[in-house]
């Protein structure tokens, strides 16, 4: 049984610490704050309640099999439900498009109804990634990424010179297309010129898996999953910062803290690697991706009748996400911002189409700084800076012996279904005790 210390308490972290437990090791997850669950929280006010971070999750399969390899399966202790509509796009020209997932013909009728022919060029673009993404599925999303031994047909994506930006123009003529398929990175901050080609996979992964979320809020899951660590009897340690990671001759032997140093025989960093000095040096080449402005709203009497996300293209972009917990007759929305924001996103909201001006009653606005402070780093890990990014992003293992990284700065990658891979691509590496 080795001894193990998890740095971090997000979904990465307690994925990690889950499912080392379970693999027979003593673990110990670190967490500088007064609870579990990182990004995944809630904000409440006045009778409101809003998710902090992620409504939904692609890939539930990798929820699943967390839940599963650690214990009990994920249905006996939380509800994972297929969301009908992912997103709808609202243009500027004053076109719509309601994306849904896990059906190419019911996107091909949505895109359809943008211009004759589009519909089939979206699903051509789609069907594109199908063995993008069972090459990358295979060789670097489920298993350890090591380009000395890897295929030439992974290696050949992974190391491509082409960009998301390039790739969308020669096959997208529509710019509305073009707009849908590289909303997410958009949205998390990213330049589409920066962005390797092959991560266009999300449109693939979308169309056939759908989108999935929990009843009740995502802060159920992290609830969930701390109640399966104190099952794997993992030690929880809140409120204990970690000022480095202890390393002699060349290996991790401890963990740091405000506390005193925690003895291990290996250390998983769940957080940004720039906090912990002994990996800083590592990772100088990357930068985080800066979350959007957040304006949590309650609202009361009768608002636009808007799906659980609706995105408002223009500059600036305005993503809307109903959903939460509201007194009755009120409801919750969430707004989200990106490009100029040179007025209030209410009010840029109010000329895109969809006036609350005069519905709201509860607001509780969050900058990226004040993000970014609360959670100790950016929630959307590591941002793209073209296929380099691959060689500085750290995970699962990282050049100091004995230390793994996961969560969203590691291998592969931000997001739900990434950070939890990242978990368990660290246990691979580790093994079973």
Same mark, same amino acid.
């Given at each position: 049984?080795?001894?193990?210390?998890?740095?971090?308490?997000?979904?990465?972290?307690?994925?990690?610490?889950?499912?080392?437990?379970?693999?027979? !090791?003593?673990?110990?997850?670190?967490?500088?704050?007064?609870?579990?669950?990182?990004?995944?929280?809630?904000?409440?006010?006045?009778?409101?309640?809003?998710?902090?971070?992620?409504?939904?999750?692609?890939?539930?399969?990798?929820?699943?099999?967390?839940?599963?390899?650690?214990?009990?399966?994920?249905?006996?202790?939380?509800?994972?439900?297929?969301?009908?509509?992912?997103?709808? !796009?609202?243009?500027?020209?004053?076109?719509?498009?309601?994306?849904?997932?896990?059906?190419?013909?019911?996107?091909?009728?949505?895109?359809?109804?943008?211009?004759?022919?589009?519909?089939?060029?979206?699903?051509?673009?789609?069907?594109?990634?199908?063995?993008?993404?069972?090459?990358?599925?295979?060789?670097?999303?489920?298993?350890?990424?090591?380009?000395?031994?890897?295929?030439?047909?992974?290696?050949?994506?992974?190391?491509?010179?082409?960009?998301?930006?390039?790739?969308?123009?020669?096959?997208?003529?529509?710019?509305?297309?073009?707009?849908?398929?590289?909303?997410?990175?958009?949205?998390?901050?990213?330049?589409?010129?920066?962005?390797?080609?092959?991560?266009?996979?999300?449109?693939?992964?979308?169309?056939?898996?759908?989108?999935?979320?929990?009843?009740?809020?995502?802060?159920?899951?992290?609830?969930?999953?701390?109640?399966?660590?104190?099952?794997?009897?993992?030690?929880?340690?809140?409120?204990?910062?970690?000022?480095?990671?202890?390393?002699?001759?060349?290996?991790?032997?401890?963990?740091?803290?405000?506390? %005193?140093?925690?003895?291990?025989?290996?250390?998983?960093?769940?957080?940004?690697?720039?906090?912990?000095?002994?990996?800083?040096?590592?990772?100088?080449?990357?930068?985080?991706?800066?979350?959007?402005?957040?304006?949590?709203?309650?609202?009361?009497?009768?608002?636009?009748?808007?799906?659980?996300?609706?995105?408002? !293209? %223009?500059?600036?972009?305005?993503?809307?996400?109903?959903?939460?917990?509201?007194?009755?007759?009120?409801?919750?929305?969430?707004?989200?911002?990106?490009?100029?924001?040179?007025?209030?996103?209410?009010?840029?909201?109010?000329?895109?189409?969809?006036?609350?001006?005069?519905?709201?009653?509860?607001?509780?606005?969050?900058?990226?700084?004040?993000?970014?402070?609360?959670?100790?780093?950016?929630?959307?890990?590591?941002?793209?800076?073209?296929?380099?990014?691959?060689?500085?992003?750290?995970?699962?293992?990282?050049?100091?012996? %004995?230390?793994?990284?996961? %969560?969203?700065?590691?291998?592969?990658?931000?997001?739900?279904?990434?950070?939890?891979?990242?978990?368990?691509?660290?246990?691979?590496?580790?093994?079973?005790?």
């Amino acid at each position: 049984m080795a001894r193990i210390a998890v740095i971090g308490g997000g979904f990465g972290g307690m994925a990690a610490a889950a499912r080392l437990a379970k693999l027979g !090791h003593d673990v110990t997850l670190l967490e500088q704050g007064p609870r579990l669950g990182g990004a995944l929280d809630t904000i409440e006010a006045d009778g409101f309640s809003w998710d902090a971070g992620p409504a939904m999750t692609l890939l539930p399969a990798v929820i699943r099999d967390l839940f599963r390899k650690s214990g009990r399966p994920l249905e006996k202790e939380l509800e994972l439900v297929s969301r009908d509509v992912i997103r709808e !796009h609202w243009f500027a020209d004053g076109s719509t498009v309601t994306l849904r997932g896990g059906s190419r013909g019911v996107q091909y009728d949505a895109f359809e109804e943008l211009g004759k022919g589009l519909g089939q060029q979206w699903c051509d673009h789609v069907a594109a990634y199908a063995d993008d993404w069972e090459v990358v599925r295979r060789e670097y999303l489920e298993r350890p990424w090591r380009p000395e031994i890897a295929s030439k047909e992974v290696v050949a994506r992974l190391q491509s010179r082409t960009m998301l930006a390039k790739r969308l123009k020669k096959e997208l003529g529509d710019e509305r297309l073009r707009l849908v398929a590289g909303h997410p990175f958009f949205m998390d901050g990213h330049d589409l010129r920066n962005v390797p080609a092959w991560m266009g996979v999300n449109a693939y992964v979308e169309q056939n898996f759908g989108a999935w979320t929990v009843p009740g809020g995502m802060a159920r899951l992290a609830d969930a999953l701390a109640s399966r660590l104190e099952t794997r009897r993992v030690t929880v340690e809140l409120d204990t910062p970690v000022t480095d990671i202890v390393v002699r001759d060349g290996r991790a032997v401890a963990v740091a803290t405000a506390a %005193g140093e925690v003895d291990a025989d290996a250390v998983v960093c769940a957080v940004d690697p720039r906090r912990v000095p002994t990996l800083a040096p590592y990772v100088v080449k990357t930068m985080p991706a800066i979350p959007p402005y957040v304006v949590h709203l309650g609202l009361d009497g009768d608002v636009p009748d808007l799906g659980p996300e609706t995105v408002f !293209h %223009g500059d600036p972009t305005i993503v809307v996400r109903t959903g939460g917990t509201a007194p009755e007759g009120c409801h919750a929305w969430t707004l989200y911002g990106r490009g100029h924001l040179s007025e209030d996103m209410v009010l840029a909201l109010s000329r895109m189409g969809a006036n609350v001006r005069a519905n709201v009653v509860a607001r509780v606005d969050r900058t990226p700084r004040a993000q970014v402070a609360g959670l100790g780093s950016s929630p959307l890990g590591v941002l793209w800076q073209g296929r380099a990014t691959l060689q500085h992003r750290l995970g699962p293992r990282t050049p100091v012996e %004995g230390v793994y990284a996961a %969560g969203a700065n590691a291998t592969p990658g931000s997001g739900l279904p990434y950070v939890g891979l990242s978990a368990s691509l660290v246990a691979q590496e580790i093994g079973p005790a």
